[in-house]
């Protein structure tokens, strides 16, 4: 079938008026949906340690270390190298501890830059607690 130049004509009208739909990235930036997901961040002033996101964790990436049994001083890293974005750790938080940000721009020289350390306290009934990191 031979095709006329003129059919495409009014297609071209139609899209001279349009928006684009790619962005000038990286000038522009994408806003990503709602139920993105990111990376994994905790909230450690909600965790209680029940250490269900490192049970159901398929890539191993969350670790919880005891720092120290009486003070309830505990350390957790996620090792975002071995995320694979599931969001089931956020899932199976009971408290609503973790969360998954917005990010997408995380690739970077090494591999050792992707590991998030969190270092707090379990809070007590009350709700005290510190955390660094
Ligand atoms: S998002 Fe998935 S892979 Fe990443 S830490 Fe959570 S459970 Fe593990
Ligand atoms: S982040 Fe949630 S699931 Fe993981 S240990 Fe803390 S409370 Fe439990």
Avoid: W
């Avoid at 006329?4 to 949906?33: D, G, M, N, Q, S």
């Avoid at 969001?87 to 721009?105: G, H, W």
């Amino acid at each position: 079938m031979k095709l006329k130049p003129a059919a495409f004509i009014p297609e071209l009208l139609r899209h001279l008026f349009k928006r684009p739909a790619t962005i000038e990235y990286p000038f522009e930036k994408l806003k990503v949906p709602d139920d993105f997901r990111g990376t994994p961040v905790l909230k450690s002033e909600l965790c209680i340690v029940c250490r269900a996101c490192v049970r159901d964790c398929p890539a191993f990436a969350i670790e919880i270390e005891t720092l120290s049994e009486e003070e309830k001083k505990y350390k957790m890293t996620i090792h975002n190298d071995r995320c694979i974005h599931c969001a089931q750790c956020v899932e199976s938080c009971p408290t609503k501890a973790l969360f998954m940000n917005d990010e997408f721009e995380i690739a970077t020289d090494s591999r050792l830059k992707l590991k998030a350390e969190y270092t707090y306290t379990r809070p007590k009934k009350s709700g005290q607690q510190s955390q660094t990191g």
